[in-house]
């Protein structure tokens, strides 16, 4: 007997048209003009798919959070169908705006030779204003600032002949952020690896790895850029390297996108993309590693869990992580969107939806008193700081600070 | 990673051991796929949907039915504990036990049911509403799931003359811009505050000045009750709800209190993550693992798999048999596959009573073997029909207690 299976693309013939999604969708909630995840998912892929013509600009709404996926009863994937179908059908094509804050590796590297004057101009009134009005970026969001040394360079110069000296090795994809705006991030992880007796290597060669190009119409460009993020990803797990990541998006990015939108075979390598957390995580759980912490570091941490962070499942690493630490006052935040979305709330168009979107995250961060808010996403990170009074750390630098790394090392015997 | 309890699904009956299991000090793991069926809520629990008393009616039910097999002596001691934990998450239900009342559907039919949200539109004996005096049956404008004809319809045949008036507001014309989304949640998020008084305000002024009661559809507070609160205190005469086609707005508020008190008790709450397989090692469940953590075992002393029937993919099917979808175990169905259904869609179907087989004590079965810490709990049991019976929510709420408890017992031991 033949059975027949359902090979529909992304399950969206799953869909029992339940509607829950559209009860999670951030967007939804605010601006009316979107269509919502069922309207602009499995819906309308069936019309689409009989005529393009029934594609609607209005998709390009979508935040990518995923929260829809993530509700979905019967797995199909909704927020993929939005983003293939914006990639196959939309006629608009990327202006300016889109190219300067798609391409983060052009602008950090421009921006980080000259960033004294950069980070100035970008604070001024003239430049907002010229900004706000002739690209479209909104002039009440505040750029992140950026280094004037750029972690790779710091590495070179100061780190490299170091780590060869570690028995065992990572890799590191540090995304841009962690190299052009907070290279401080990057080297709390060479610390933390360090004291627990790794070696941290950067990839052979490292692309931004393309989020930002996705949702910017320049998925042909995003796709290039992945091919040698991959590339360098599978060489180093040749030579025995995991690749670690201190960013959810570009692990998402990474791991997920570049197979579902992009096409890119990742299947190999999937696996040795992990996000730093979890890898020392399930190095403390399954190889004994132990982390000894300074008994000065006292703080009361909210986490908050980015969209991407919540799609991967992985945030009960970086929390379990920081619950390890004896000072730590945790508190875990309501798990919903911020609002940014990487380059989405930038937009004038779209910057008072932003902060609608992320306005309860931000009242209840307020009204909690905390020293510190932890997420693992750098535009997260951005949009709670641009918006609320609290400031923010990856997990990974708070692990990095209340870390004793003497006393680590004695704990693991690294010399 | 290790955990005192893992459950499997994350709808009431999960919530419910969860809840109850993590106020014991437990620590607990949900692994949710997707949101649950409260999301399709209508705003009462309903035990067993009969005339008269529900754990009455326990001792004519088959030796397979979960209420047989929990025994009606412990459904008596479970009733108490089930009121207070609604009552805990801030939920004010109303019952007239031992007897059951009657809810309204949302088309305007009278069913009975055990425990009902106070807002909504309760029937106190046979199916007949209290003689209210002039009806103002309020609709929204443009919001299809609420039906105001086929209710005012079903409403005369019981007596009561309903007056229909529509309503909006320019908040409920802006939710509008998007016809296909005009839906209870949306309008739930946008009827709060000021736009919640306008709204009322409009009401008012739609309906005749003598109206004695006021029914409006369940589309207030989606986050609490406040809301529902807010907009009964704008009127000087009794405002009660109707239940709308899903999605729920009560069933959504409901799952929001218990995943949030489930979290708030330490537990770890993993949503759009579904477990994929379990490792068996003499008769007990050892380990799970899932979709988003590879390699990862989630190990437990005790697990509870509550991840319901074919709606929420708990059970699946082909043309060869009826499967559990997370763990493999034992399924309980007819192995000839045209007795799976009956011709006349409102029979009862046989295949709305394919589960999991398990014992008396609700052990789950693999391989015809008791397996001593997997436990399942609400529509992913056999032997019952939860549609038919009226039955599903109260076997989902009493096994996922009945469970907890099982499992507090083992502790220390």
């Known amino acids: ?415 | 990673m290790k955990f005192d309890t893992i459950i499997i699904g994350g709808g009431l009956s999960g919530m419910a051991a969860g809840i109850s299991l993590a106020k014991k000090g437990q620590k607990c793991l949900m692994v949710s796929a997707g949101q649950s069926a409260l999301h399709f809520f209508s705003g009462s629990i309903d035990a067993y949907g009969c005339e008269g008393s529900a754990v009455g009616s326990v001792s004519s039910l088959p030796s397979c039915h979960p209420y047989s097999k929990m025994g009606k002596d412990t459904l008596i001691e479970l009733t108490p504990v089930a009121k207070s934990l609604l009552a805990d998450l801030g939920l004010d239900f109303v019952n007239n036990d031992p007897i059951n009342h009657y809810r309204m559907t949302p088309v305007g039919l009278m069913k009975p049911t055990w425990l009902t949200m106070r807002e909504y539109v309760r029937g106190s004996d046979v199916g007949q509403l209290e003689r209210w005096g002039k009806v103002a049956l309020v609709g929204i404008k443009g919001y299809l799931d609420f039906n105001t004809s086929f209710i005012s319809q079903n409403l005369d045949r019981q007596g009561i003359n309903a007056v229909e008036v529509e309503v909006t507001t320019p908040e409920l014309q802006k939710l509008r811009t998007n016809p296909s989304e005009m839906r209870s949640t949306n309008i739930a998020k946008t009827l709060v505050g000021d736009a919640l008084k306008a709204f009322a305000a409009e009401v008012k002024a739609a309906c005749p000045e003598d109206v004695d009661v006021y029914l409006l559809p369940a589309v207030f507070g989606i986050e609490d009750d406040g809301p529902v609160k807010a907009l009964q205190a704008e009127f000087d005469k009794p405002v009660h709800l109707i239940a709308t086609m899903p999605p729920s707005v009560p069933g959504i508020r409901m799952q929001t209190l218990m995943r949030r008190k489930f979290q708030a008790l330490g537990g770890t709450f993993m949503l759009g993550d579904a477990v994929v397989s379990g490792k068996f090692e003499g008769g007990r469940l050892v380990s799970v693992r899932t979709q988003n953590h590879g390699d990862m075992d989630f190990e437990a002393d005790n697990f509870v798999l509550a991840t319901g029937n074919f709606m929420t993919h708990g059970l699946t099917s082909d043309r060869n048999g009826v499967y559990e979808a997370a763990l493999g175990v034992d399924v309980d169905y007819l192995a000839d596959r045209k007795e799976w259904t009956k011709s006349n869609i409102f029979d009862d179907q046989p295949f709305m009573s394919f589960g999991v087989a398990t014992d008396d004590n609700l052990h789950a079965k693999k391989d015809g073997m008791v397996i001593e810490n997997l436990y399942a709990t609400g529509s992913v049991l056999s032997g019952f029909n939860g549609i038919k019976e009226g039955s599903s929510t109260g076997v989902s709420l009493m096994s996922g207690l009945y469970v907890a408890n099982q499992i507090t017992k083992t502790i220390g031991r």
């Open chain 1, 1 to 415: 007997m033949t059975v027949i299976k359902n090979i529909s693309e992304n399950n969206f013939e799953q869909c029992l048209k339940c509607s829950v999604c559209t009860v999670y969708c951030p967007v939804l909630a605010v601006n009316p003009a979107y269509p919502g995840p069922k309207q602009a998912g499995p819906d309308g892929e069936r019309y689409r798919l009989k005529d393009p013509q029934f594609y609607d600009e209005a998709l390009k709404y979508c935040l990518n959070c995923k929260r829809c996926e993530l509700a979905c009863p019967s797995g199909v994937k909704i927020g993929d169908i939005i983003q293939l179908a914006r990639i196959k059908y939309s006629k608009q094509r990327p202006g300016l705006r889109e190219i300067m804050l798609a391409n983060t590796d052009i602008m950090g590297s421009i921006a980080t030779r000259m960033a004294p004057i950069v980070n100035t101009s970008l604070k001024l009134t003239p430049v907002k204003k010229v900004m706000d009005g002739v690209l479209g970026i909104s002039s009440h969001a505040k750029f992140p600032q950026y280094a004037g040394e750029r972690f790779e360079t710091w590495y070179k110069k100061n780190a490299a002949q170091e780590q060869k000296q570690y028995a065992k090795q990572v890799s590191y994809f540090h995304g841009c952020y962690a190299n052009y705006n907070y290279p401080k991030l990057s080297k709390d992880l060479v610390k933390i690896m360090n004291a627990i007796g790794y070696g941290v290597q950067l990839l052979d060669k490292e692309k931004c790895c393309g989020v930002a190009l996705i949702a910017n119409m320049q998925s042909a460009q995003a796709k290039k850029q992945g091919l040698v993020n991959i590339a360098s990803i599978r060489k180093a797990k040749a030579e025995g390297r995991v690749t670690l990541t201190t960013s959810t998006t570009c692990t998402f990015t990474m791991r997920d996108e570049y197979e579902h939108l992009l096409g890119i075979d990742n299947h190999d390598v999937k696996e040795s993309i992990q996000l730093a957390t979890k890898f020392i995580y399930e190095l403390i759980e399954r190889q004994g590693v132990r982390l000894a912490f300074r008994s000065d570091y006292k703080k009361r941490i909210a986490y908050h869990t980015p969209c991407h962070m919540e799609k991967l499942g992985w945030a009960i690493y970086s929390t379990s992580l920081m619950r390890m630490i004896p000072g730590v006052d945790f508190v875990m935040l309501d798990s919903q969107c911020c609002g940014i979305s990487g380059t989405y709330g930038f937009k004038k168009e779209n910057y008072p939806y932003s902060q609608k979107i992320g306005e309860g995250l931000f009242k209840q961060i307020e009204s909690l008193k905390v020293d510190l808010v932890a997420t693992d996403c750098e535009t997260c990170k951005w949009q709670i700081e641009m918006s609320t009074t609290a400031p923010v750390e990856n997990p990974i630098s708070i692990i990095a600070d209340a870390l004793d790394v003497e006393a680590t090392k004695a704990l693991n015997s690294i010399k």
